[in-house]
């Protein structure tokens, strides 16, 4: 199993420049979700999806885009970056209970995004 | 929404004492509460997790302790090896909903 594999892994784009980042996991988890960590701020929650074909917001969506086409990806973009998306962005997928609680969440290796 | 608050931001101890993070939430219908240790550049990984209806959870030198009813929850670590060197996040979530973090803690283990 390869777990959950984030594409690409480095990335430098220009303001105004679009690009869609990729998220793949392996473990038919239902639960994916998209984080950003900047320093000293912690991982911030963009998007999240708690299964195929549905997404939300979490703390900070302003700027990007979700899709959830597939159970296996979920896939983050940005339509007109900006130098304050510089950023390590990173996935993460997790299986909920039978009772619909939260367990482990599982992260790819991250992507490191710069603006200029 | 969820909103967690964790301290401190940095944390240095000698090898072989005791550390201490501690975190609050604010949504009291949150029942999941999970520890992960971020290696300088490497990806998160679980060390413990905890649910609401249990106060304390060991494993080895990890532990874990939940008050709900002050809606705080900590990690100790006991016996510090300067491989506990690390970040650690705490996180909150109720049940299916999003998974939301703490802003972290750098923890340095001095030899």
């Known amino acids: 199993n390869a777990g959950v594999t984030q594409t690409p892994k480095f990335r430098v784009l220009k303001t105004g420049q679009s690009m869609t980042l990729l998220c793949a996991q392996d473990m038919n988890h239902e639960y994916m979700y998209w984080y950003r960590q900047d320093p000293g701020m912690g991982l911030r929650l963009i998007h999240y999806s708690v299964g195929e074909g549905t997404t939300a917001k979490g703390e900070v969506p302003d700027g990007y885009n979700v899709s959830r086409l597939k159970k296996q990806n979920f896939l983050l973009g940005l339509e007109s970056a900006a130098p304050s998306q510089t950023s390590v962005y990173f996935c993460?997928?997790?299986?909920?209970?039978?009772?619909?609680?939260?367990?482990?969440?599982?992260f790819g290796q991250g992507t490191r995004l710069t603006v200029v | 929404g969820e909103n967690v608050e964790q301290h401190p931001s940095t944390l240095s101890v000698q090898e072989g004492d005791s550390a201490v993070i501690k975190c609050t939430y604010s949504d009291s219908a949150s029942n999941y509460f999970p520890w992960y240790k971020q290696e300088l550049g490497k990806r998160p990984q679980l060390i413990i997790d905890i649910r609401s209806n249990v106060g304390e959870k060991k494993d080895q030198r990890i532990a874990v302790t939940l008050n709900k009813t002050a809606k705080h929850f900590s990690l100790h670590i006991t016996e510090t090896q300067p491989e506990d060197s690390a970040v650690y996040f705490c996180?909150?979530?109720?049940?299916?909903?999003?998974?939301?973090f703490g802003a972290g803690t750098i923890l340095r283990v001095k030899s």
């Open positions: 993460a997928s997790s299986r909920p209970t039978g009772k619909n609680e939260n367990t482990e969440a599982f």
């Open positions: 996180a909150a979530s109720r049940r299916g909903n999003k998974l939301v």
